[in-house]
């Protein structure tokens, strides 16, 4: 598996945080793991086309989670070259569907591409999934009444992808001894964004799931990602990441490997 953080930011229109959007690598597929704005840009930025693209996951239905879906189902249907070559397969919550039905209907049936070229799977928590080799699991997070967390498994490796969430003990069980959690870290310690994690939470998290190594991201501007892997760190003691758009995390037989962590034991 290898992970791209193609944006690490939040709502705030920012240049260099794109909104929340990850590339990943796994079992031969390319998988994108939310589409906040941006996200195309970093991804066409870095080389990949979206023809590339096997899968998109929406963790839940908020506009800084699923801005440029919108572009995507639009070119799916009138995009000729990209429609011939694209076979991408949708995944969320079925709370995602009247939305798209809605969006659909507002733009005069614009962003409906057909089943041959986007296939919709819609997911319950505790739903599973199989994408060639890559097993998926959800979970219900503690946000939004249709959010899910995510866990995929390929090779061996396995990765959490929190979304947006609060935590429970659920989740904990359900990031346990993953080689990599996602957790996105809205507002300090001192003050916690409802609906999220703040950073001792993650590390909280991160410490009784037992997992590998730990990526913090979701960053606002009050927050300073140096300082939260900081404040995580005092709860788990292995490598903690704070992301930026671009970073790149390999999850391999020896660890997760990146660049020099924020935090490592």
Known sequence: MRLTVLGSGTC?????????????????????MDLGQG???RLLDGGRRAAEVDAV????PHPDHMADLIPLLFALEYDPELAAQA?????????LEPLLSALNQAWGDW?????????????????????????ITTAPAVHHPHSLAWRLEAGGRSLVYLG??????GLTRFAQGAD?????????????KPGHLHPAAC??????????????????RVVDPRQAAASASGYFSGKIWAAHDGLQVALTADGVIGPPAACTD
């Open 57 to 60: 996951i929406i963790s839940h």
């Open 12 to 32: 705030e229109l920012r240049a260099e945080r794109s909104g929340p959007a990850y590339w990943l690598r796994a079992g031969g597929l390319g998988i994108l």
């Open 111 to 135: 962003l409906n591409p057909p089943p041959e070229v986007l296939t919709r799977r819609w997911l319950e928590p505790g739903g599973r999934a199989r994408l060639g080799a890559v097993e």
């Open 164 to 169: 947006d969430s609060e935590a429970s003990e």
């Open 87 to 95: 076979r991408i397969t949708l995944l969320a919550h079925q709370g």
């Open 203 to 220: 590390g909280r998290l991160a410490a009784q799931a037992q997992v590998g190594a730990l990526l913090l991201s979701h960053f606002y």
């Open 180 to 192: 990599l959690l996602i957790c996105h870290c809205a507002g300090t310690d001192q003050k916690p």
């Open 39 to 41: 996200a195309w840009r």
